[in-house]
């Protein structure tokens, strides 16, 4: 999952949706100097890794794009999962699109104190090109992925995969639907221990 589920998938918290957005630059248990629920949305950012990472329908996904971009191969999964919860955000949301991610973008402003300097680093450009929004478009992920491997020195071949992307679009879409379903129901049951 890439930052639009993790995001989506925190609920109503606004510090736990920074603090599953803003996980993975945080290693070890280095979150006891944020706010109590910062702490919870990274654990959350954990568990949904942990459970994406071994999920049969994932690994199917990540295996179809593996002989070609090996260990990157779950990064793309990530960012093309992504784009259809976005497509599809009507299916799993109220709020629209836009209005939801102009929301986070504000959360992130409104508590800037409290951010990781690598999310610091990385806001200006997320808002400024409306990453989240962009998204919902394959010409969005698109440049998502052009970013991704230039931030690899293009050795991950990351922006060629929205070939696969298309080749197997109905695949992908079906496997998404059928694993976010899951996905929600395992991060309903977390978020009510947490």
């Not at 930052?3 to 993975?24: P, Q, R, T, V």
């Not at 293009?154 to 976010?180: A, C, I, P, R």
């Amino acid at each position: 999952m890439n930052f639009l589920a993790h995001i989506y998938l925190s609920g109503e918290n606004d510090f736990i949706k920074i603090g599953n957005f803003m996980a993975d630059g945080i290693h070890g248990k280095n979150f006891e100097d944020f706010p109590k629920e910062v702490g919870l949305g990274i654990t959350l950012h954990r568990e949904i890794d942990t459970f994406t990472d071994f999920h049969p329908i994932f690994r199917k996904s990540k295996h179809r794009l593996h002989g070609k971009y090996g260990h990157y191969s779950g990064v793309i999964i990530d960012i093309f999962y992504d784009h259809f919860l976005a497509k599809n955000w009507k299916k799993y949301s109220d709020e629209k699109l836009e209005d939801f991610t102009a929301h986070f973008y504000q959360i992130l402003e409104d508590n800037y104190s409290i951010l990781t300097e690598k999310t610091k680093g990385l806001m200006p450009y997320m808002i400024k090109y409306d990453w989240l929004t962009s998204y919902a478009t394959i010409e969005g992920i698109s440049r998502i992925l052009f970013q991704m491997d230039h931030r690899t020195k293009n050795k991950s071949g990351m922006q060629f995969s929205v070939k696969e992307l298309q080749e197997f679009y109905t695949d992908f879409e079906e496997e998404f639907t059928l694993f976010f379903e899951e996905m929600r129901a395992f991060v309903k049951e977390k978020l009510a221990l947490l």
